[in-house]
Every structure is written in C-alpha cells, then in structure tokens.
C-alpha cells in the first residue's frame, strides 16, 4: 500500500514531460498544421500578389510615362505651330485667342442693354445700335434674348429685311451648337457666366462661325455675339500689322485689335445710354469695373473729345490718369476713328504689365474710348504672341490632361505661359502663382537635361504612400521646322487614377487572400480532425501515468498497431510507461540526498551573511561619528554639513572644528570607489589629514603631509580628492587648498555665482614628496561658500542622464539667499526628484558656510 502511495506520488512528476508532448501532439496538433498551412498560404499569396502588383504598377507608370511623353510631343508641336505662320494655324491660333475679347464684347453688349433700358430706348432703337455696331466692326451677329429665352434684339434679318426669328433650346437634339448656352438664363443677374464655342461651320450654312455668350445684368437673359471668320490671304493681311505672312504674333495682334475695337464700340453706346438714363460717374465706374473685373479686358478709360479721363476702370492698379494714354498715337484718330496701339512697349502703370490697347472715337459721339487688354505678367519686352502662348496654354489644360503647363522662352529665358487645370477657376492663376521650379526639386535639372538633349525627358511616381509626390513631370523643347529651338515646356500629369486603380487592385487581392484563407481553415479543420483521433487516444493513456496509475494498454493497442509515426509513438509510450514507475524511486532518493546537502549548505550561507551585515552595521555606526554631520551656529558664520553613503558605508568625509581664537579648520574629501575598502581609506585619510593639521598652520604644508603619509599607507592604491580650508571667523578670510576636488561655488546675496580658483594640486595619496601651493579670498558678509563631492553631479534618472554640474549651478541659482541648511535641503530635494527611482551611484557629500550679514547677525543676537 505504502509502495503504491509513492508511485501515485512519484509518477506525475516523472510522466508529465510525456503527457506535454502527447498532448501537445493530440490537442494543438490542429491548430499547429491550421497555422502552417495559413502562413504557407499567406507567404504564397503575398509573394505572387505584391510580384504581380509591383509589375502592374510599374506597367501602369511606364505606359502612363509613355502616353505622357507623345502628349508633351504633341503639345510641343501645337506650342512649335503658334510661331510658325500658316493659314490653318493662324486660324487656329486667332479662333483660340478671341475667346477672351468676345467674351468681353457680349458682356459689353450686357450692360449696353442694361443701359438703354434704363434710359427708356425702346426695342427698335436697341436693334439700330447693335445694327450700327455690326456695321461699324468686324462683328457680325447679336442674339439677345428674354427671359424665355427669344432674341428679340438681333441685328441679322432675312433677305426680305425682317428680323430673324430664333430661340435657344436646351435640347442638344434640336440645336447641336446653339443648346449650350441655354444655361446662361439659370444664371443670376448679379453672377457672372460664360460660354465659349471654337470656330465651326453653322448648322444653317457652310459659314465658319465663331460664338461666344454671357449671362444677363438686368434680367436673365442670354447675351450671345458671332463673328464670321475667313482666313483668306487677303483677310490675314486686312488685320495685321506685317505685309507678308511672316510673322503670326502680328497677324494674330491684328485680329485682335480688330475685336477690341468691337469692345471700345460697344462700350461709346453704353456711356450714351448711361448719359440718357443719368446715372452717376461712381454707377458707371462701379458696372465699368465689373467687366474688368470678369472679362480679359483689364482697363477701360473714358474721356471728352479733348482728351480729359472722367471715367477709369482698372484691374492692374496704379495712379488715376487724367489725359488718355499715348495721345502722341492719337493724331489720326478722328480721321480713322480709332487707333490701334502696337503692344511691343506698352508697360501698365500698375503692375508694370504688358498692355495691348485700342482708342475709338466714333463720328457722333462725345466720347473717346480706351481698351486695354492684358497680356505678359512682370512687365519686360514680348509682343501679343504672348498672350497667344496663353491662351494655347489654358485650352490645353482646361480637361486637365496635363495638369499643369509652363511654357518657357529660350531667348528671354523666362516663363511666357502657364496655366493649372482648377475647377471652376481661372486656368492661369494657380501655375502663375506657384512656377515649376517651386514645386519640385527635381523638374528643373529635368528642363536642363531636355534642353541639351533635344528629346522630351520625364519623372513619373506613383506615389501610392505619399499623394504630394505623385505625378508626371516632362519637359520637351519646341522647335520650329525641327531646327530652331524657340523655348521648352514642363508639363504635370496627374497619377491619382492610376493610384486608385492600383489600391483597387490590393483591395481585389486582399479580398481573394481572405477567401483562401477561409476555405484553407475550413480543410485544415477536417483534415487534422482524422490526424489527430489516434493521438488522443495516446493522451488518454498518459493521463493515467500523469494520476500515478497504470495505463490500460489496450485503450492505445489498435494506435500502436500501426506501421507509421504515430504507432511508432504509442509503442514508446507503452515501454516508457514501464520505465517510468521504476526510475521514480530511484530519483526520489537522489533528490532527497541532494535537498538535504543544499539546506545545509543554505544554512552555513545564512550565518555568514549575517555576520557581514552586523559587521557593516558597526562600520557605518563607526563612521557616522568620524563624519560631521548637521548644522552650527558660529555667530558671525553659519554652517551645515550632510554626507550619504551610496552604500552602508563610504568613501566621502566631511569635517570642521572651530578653534578658540575663532579659526574655522575645513576638510571634504571624496575617496575613489565605494564600499569597505574606501571606508577604510576615508578613515585613514581623515586621520592623516587631523594629525598634518596638529603639526601645520599653512593648509599647503597640512595637505602635502597628508599626502605623504597616505602614500606611504596605500597598499590598494585608492586616492582621496580634497578641499582643505582654514577661515577667519572673524574677517571672512579663506585659505585653503584644491587637492585635485571639484571647484567650490561662491553665492552672492544677489543671486549671482562664482566658482573658487582651483590650487592646481593633484588627489593625495597618488604621488608622495609632492607640495601643495594654498590661495586665498575673503568671504563678504552675506556670501555662501559651496563645497560639493562629484556625488551629488554623477546622480542618474531613469533615462541614464546624469544630473550634471549644469543641473547643480541651476538649483544654486534658485537658492537666493536661504540659509545653510535651506539650500542642503533644497538640493537634495531636486536631486531627489531628478534621479527617483533610481539607485544612488556615489556617496553625496556637501560642505555650506555662510558669513552672516549685519542684519542677520543683529536679529541672532536679539533672538538670544
């Protein structure tokens, strides 16, 4: 019985490694072939998901780079045709550059309508006026409707004379150009809204028509004007300033004067009707600055037949004219009726921009009217095939494929063009304000690099993490006739749907990975179910041997019948099984002989141990009485002195005696190390320097005494740093001795710090024969002197930072002037909140005497 209770003792202990492993086997089997078969499978799927992802995604990027480099390649061509004159490409030029003018000739036309209602012109004098313009200007048609929609003031009649009846329709069906300005009625009065149509041949007519449309300023209404363009040689010539076809800057400046014309025209019959309806000058000035404010037009100036300006509207600042501009220009004016002002110096007073302006002055009027039209920002030398550049440049962004153009002059050597796809927003504002060079550190040297080489060059990232740097930077010189180089492009090429369309495919991916992986749970679950049946009959088995019973083996015989791994493990199972009920009490006996022989020696351990600490305690007891420590009144002095073992016992000392004729003897000494053997070594230093100090007045002669004794002592080799002082109580003077210690600090009543000269004398019991030259100062009544070991600077915080002489001068500065023991408190208070909870690395030791003042002496006295 006795023998069975110890095998039911002894075979859990002997058996539990088995049963961990079989249990291991049976019970985490599952889970351990589940977690390989997902990590497999996740392992798998990451390395073919993220291979085919890089290798799409640098695709995607390369054919993007691709598509973008034939993009910069066309628009270079476009930018190439602009200074290359031909009738396809001045029309093209000229039908891209009216946008901006006849935008502002519908407006114009707006506010002349606007007028006349006010001044009471019925419908038939409105139609004489636009009839008059037509035939006055290279416009040819107006269509201004109601609020329904009608054009009821046309200036275009049928061949029998009568007026033409027409009205917009929103349906794209009926009218395939004419139903996209049908929105302009949606448009508030005080809004503004335009709508531009290129060049194009009418539906009624094989006719090549230009529209443009604004919204209405006194009612809703559509404010459409048309210009028939023929781009004959003899009409390119009508409207320049060249004699042949050389230059398109001038033709296209020509054609261009030709419509402002229409604006100053326009603009003659507004001041009347304005007249006629007495509005003031600030309500004309206020509906003139509106124009300015919407359209191209960026002044306008209104002045008597002599010339003297009573209405200004601008958008580029500058003083108040009061004489039209350039009347040196005008002397054919009244003759021609108007004067086209050539832009090559026109330079705003402003802005300094460069300017293209048009005088009119019609027969009938009393007016003189001066457009001007913006067209190089900065000012500088540039001609109208500038503003052309622009133009080019917010059509080719204006779908956003590039994002951002900046055309660049290679004689000048600046921007001439930019312009930035914004929704809703002027296309030249945002490129303007912010140029290529500024947006990236790269695209620059990209320009110099296509400059040089001839051929488009371009940067593409993805950008998939950081969105800022995502994109496609080129830059491709322009040539003309494939020779002559006139300036390069940058161009931007937004890469966010090729971004998201990647993400889309991670996601795609992510989504496969998580089905696999359900379904590979899913069979792993059932296929460990059928691995790991046999290995839980095995663990069944080991539960008896972990109960300290036999097992019954014929619970596992069928398992171990079997020719593979598992039965393999179930045949050891059953011959360990055996084994382990006979070694369990052969261990047992081993362990008890080997428990027995451990306390033993334990106990032997324990006694010696405690004989240490008692012999420690009596140390740090013996040492207490050899260290002065606390606060002393000395009448004209005060003084506190504090040391802290790291340890039980340490290695610093401080000490000071008072004679009877009022001499003050001063020892803090810091010994190198910690511990026993340092204590020792204090003591013997202490002693060596109280015996010098018997035999010396001069602290020098008492401090190479020491030393020499302390060598001839030193059969460890420990050193002991020191400041040794002697002070007159009575005048305040210090002589004293820096053996190699830390400079002590002098504390003014005022705040300020001083550190005390060092003596230039090396740590004693180093060198013997040595001497000690001593120094001296006078302490002022007031004045505290600090005396420190490097305990208190070498003090760690949890960071490992040390608290540092830097900490120690910060805490002194803060003390004022606090008493002795106020300022021991004071620092270690900070030293203790500095390094808490962490160990003291070295003993603190600190030595403050303070020479009272008159005041305080006096208050002492009283107090007594």
């Not at 402002?260 to 000035?285: C, K, N, P, Y």
């Not at 027969?363 to 000012?379: A, D, F, H, N, R």
């Not at 679950?525 to 049946?533: E, K, M, P, Y």
């Not at 084994?579 to 033993?600: G, I, K, M, Y």
Request: charged share 20%.
């Amino acid at each position: 019985m006795a023998e069975t209770n110890k095998i039911d003792r002894e075979a859990p202990s002997l058996s539990r490694r088995l049963f961990q492993t079989v249990t291991l086997k049976g019970h985490r089997l599952a889970t351990v072939v589940f977690i390989a078969n997902v990590l497999l499978l996740i392992i798998t799927v990451l390395a073919v998901s993220l291979t085919l992802l890089i290798n799409s995604a640098a695709g995607r990027r390369e054919q993007a780079r691709f598509t973008a480099e034939q993009t910069a390649k066309l628009i270079a061509g476009q930018f190439a045709d602009v200074g290359e004159i031909s009738i396809a490409n001045v029309a093209r030029i000229a039908d891209e550059s009216l946008d901006g003018p006849m935008t502002a000739q519908a407006y114009a036309a707006a506010y002349m309508v606007s007028a006349a209602a006010a001044a009471g012109y019925d419908t038939l004098q409105v139609i004489d006026i636009l009839t008059s313009i037509v035939n006055e200007t290279v416009l040819d048609e107006f269509w201004i409707t109601d609020t329904l929609a009608f054009s009821y003031l046309t200036n275009v009649r049928s061949t029998d004379g009568s007026l033409v009846p027409f009205a917009f329709d929103p349906d794209p069906a009926v009218q395939p150009q004419a139903y996209k300005f049908y929105s302009l009625l949606d448009v508030p009065v005080d809004s503004f809204a335009f709508v531009t149509q290129p060049a194009q041949v009418r539906e009624i007519d094989p006719k090549v028509f230009k529209y443009v449309g604004t919204n209405g300023v006194d009612h809703q209404r559509i404010v459409q004007v048309g210009n028939e363009l023929v781009f004959s040689n003899e009409e390119l010539l009508s409207q320049t300033h060249a004699t042949t076809r050389t230059d398109v800057s001038a033709v296209v400046e020509g054609n261009l004067a030709f419509n402002m014309r229409v604006i100053g025209v326009i603009l003659d019959h507004f001041m009347t009707a304005a007249q006629d309806a007495g509005w003031s000058v600030a309500e004309v000035e206020r509906q003139l600055n509106r124009i300015v404010a919407h359209t191209a037009i960026g002044e306008i100036l209104i002045s008597n037949r002599s010339g003297d300006i009573s209405h200004v509207a601008t958008s580029s600042g500058g003083e108040r004219p009061s004489r039209l501009l350039y009347e040196s220009e005008l002397d054919e004016l009244f003759s021609d009726h108007w004067v086209d002002h050539h832009s090559g110096d026109k330079v705003h007073r402003g802005d300094s921009s460069q300017y293209k302006y048009v005088t009119v002055a019609r027969t009938e009027s009393e007016y003189i009217v001066q457009v001007g039209l913006p067209l190089v920002t900065g000012g500088g030398s540039g001609n109208i095939l500038y503003f052309v550049y622009q133009a080019e440049s917010d059509v080719t962004v204006q779908y956003g494929y590039p994002e951002a153009l900046w055309f660049i002059d290679d004689s000048l050597q600046q921007v001439l063009a930019a312009a930035e796809f914004e929704e809703g927003l002027d296309q030249s504002a945002g490129a303007w304000r912010t140029p290529y060079y500024e947006r990236s550190d790269t695209v620059a040297g990209l320009y110099e690099v296509a400059m040089d080489s001839g051929v488009p060059q371009s940067i593409a990232r993805l950008g998939l993490f950081e969105a800022a740097s995502r994109g496609i930077w080129l830059a491709a010189p322009v040539f003309v006739e494939d020779v002559n180089r006139i300036g390069g492009l940058v161009l931007f090429i937004n890469m966010d749907t090729i971004a998201e369309g990647i993400w889309s495919e991670i996601q795609q991916t992510g989504i496969v990975t998580f089905l696999l992986l359900i379904f590979t749970a899913i069979a792993t679950f059932f296929g460990s179910r059928l691995l790991t049946q046999p290995i839980e009959r095995i663990a069944d088995a080991v539960r008896f041997v972990e109960t300290g019973e036999q097992p019954d083996y014929d619970l596992i015989a069928p398992v171990a019948a079997r020719a593979d791994e598992i039965g393999s493990l179930a045949r050891v199972f059953q011959e360990m099984s055996i084994q382990v009920f006979n070694r369990e009490e052969v261990l047992e006996a081993l362990v008890s002989e080997r428990t027995a022989a451990l306390q033993s020696t334990n106990q032997q351990l324990r006694q010696a141990q405690l004989a240490i600490n008692q012999d420690l305690e009596m140390a740090k007891v013996v040492q207490a009485a050899l260290v002065r420590d606390g606060t002393v009144d000395l009448h004209t002095f005060a003084a506190c002195a504090r040391m802290v073992p790291a340890q039980r016992v340490g290695g610093d000392f401080v000490d000071f005696q008072v004679s009877e004729d009022g001499e003050m003897f001063i020892v803090v000494g810091d010994v190198s190390g910690k511990g026993v053997a340092s204590a020792l070594f204090m003591a013997a230093s202490q002693a060596a320097i109280k015996f010098a100090a018997a035999e010396h007045e001069s602290v020098g002669a008492i401090a190479a005494t020491a030393n020499d004794r302390l060598c001839k002592q030193n059969p460890m080799g420990l050193f002991v740093t020191c400041v040794i002082a002697r002070v007159d109580l009575n005048t305040g003077t210090v002589d004293y001795v820096s053996a190699g210690h830390e400079p002590p600090y002098l504390l003014a009543p005022d705040g300020t710090r001083s550190s005390v000269q060092g003596t230039n004398g090396i740590a004693l019991g180093v060198l013997d024969e040595l001497s000690y030259s001593s120094k001296t100062f006078i302490m002022k009544p007031g004045q505290t002197l600090f005396i420190y070991t490097d305990g208190l600077t070498d003090m760690l915080n949890l960071k490992g930072e040390l608290f540092g002489k830097e900490r120690l001068e910060q805490a002194l500065d803060e003390v004022g002037a606090r008493q002795p023991l106020e300022i021991v408190d004071h620092l270690w208070s900070d030293i203790g909140r500095f390094s808490e909870g962490t160990a003291a690395a070295d003993d603190m030791t600190c030595l403050v005497l303070h020479r009272k003042n008159s005041e305080e002496y006096s208050h002492d006295i009283r107090q007594a």
